[in-house]
């Protein structure tokens, strides 16, 4: 089956703590993004990556980094700097930047 | 800057009734449209893409329009079923192929068997 993995689904941490969240593709997708998704709000772009080896910040990048060493996957790692990061994060992925995303299951983050 | 807004935000049918979700965008220089499906607890269902240069898109019992010039899209579901519950969420991506889509807050729609 072709698609997008997330793990964990539920992801528990205590304030001051890095905790990274995976994301797989097997689409063959050059495009990988991740946003982030808050109660009353859109969707919100936090990093996005076009190809292996390069990522851009979106529009709430900080608190946050990225990496993207293989094509199939783009991990997030939220810092202890982001200020308020319990929310849905859901990762995505296109065959290149202006076609079709395709999202995936999300992970929901709670930090106490 | 670009703004979608979803109006309105929640809404409940009987089953089998025909409908319209609206989505409106501030900017008409869009290079695509998106709709998608959001499930509770679940990630996003690509439902339907329009380009710009397409008036609607097709799929099953979903149609989409596109009017550019006034800044609206419509998302018409026929013949409603209560698994069509979930939230609808349209994205525009601004024109010159930018990387970003900017998303409504959605519509909550309720199907009653």
């Known amino acids: 089956d072709g698609g997008i993995t997330q793990s964990p689904k539920y992801l528990f941490r205590k304030e001051g703590q890095n905790v990274t969240l995976s994301c797989e593709q097997n689409?063959?997708?050059?495009?990988m993004y991740w946003y982030r998704q808050d109660p009353g709000q859109g969707l919100r772009l936090i990093y996005y990556?076009?190809?292996?080896?390069?990522?851009q910040k979106g529009d709430i990048a900080e608190g946050y980094s990225v990496s993207r060493e293989k094509k199939e996957s783009f991990p997030l790692t939220v810092t202890s700097a982001q200020k308020n990061p319990t929310a849905f994060y859901l990762c995505?992925?296109?065959?290149?930047?202006?076609?079709?995303?395709?999202f995936g299951p999300g992970t929901r983050l709670t930090v106490t | 800057k670009q703004e979608v807004t979803q109006i309105p935000a929640a809404l409940s049918v009987p089953e089998g009734e025909n409908l319209v979700l609206n989505c409106s965008f501030t900017?008409?220089?869009?290079?695509?449209l998106q709709w998608f499906r959001q499930d509770p607890g679940k990630g996003l269902t690509s439902l339907l893409l329009?380009?710009?240069?397409?008036r609607e898109q097709t799929s099953g019992r979903l149609n989409a329009s596109l009017d550019k010039s006034s800044g609206r899209s419509t998302l018409y579901i026929a013949a409603s079923q209560p698994g069509d519950s979930a939230t609808y969420l349209c994205?525009?991506?601004?024109?010159?192929?930018?990387?970003?889509?900017?998303f409504g807050k959605g519509t909550k729609l309720t199907v009653n068997p």
């Open positions: 900017d008409s220089a869009i290079y695509n």
């Open positions: 994205a525009v991506r601004p024109q010159g192929g930018s990387e970003k889509l900017v």
């Open positions: 689409l063959n997708h050059d495009a």
């Open positions: 329009i380009q710009s240069s397409q």
């Open positions: 995505a992925s296109s065959p290149a930047l202006t076609y079709e995303q395709y």
């Open positions: 990556s076009q190809i292996v080896n390069d990522f």
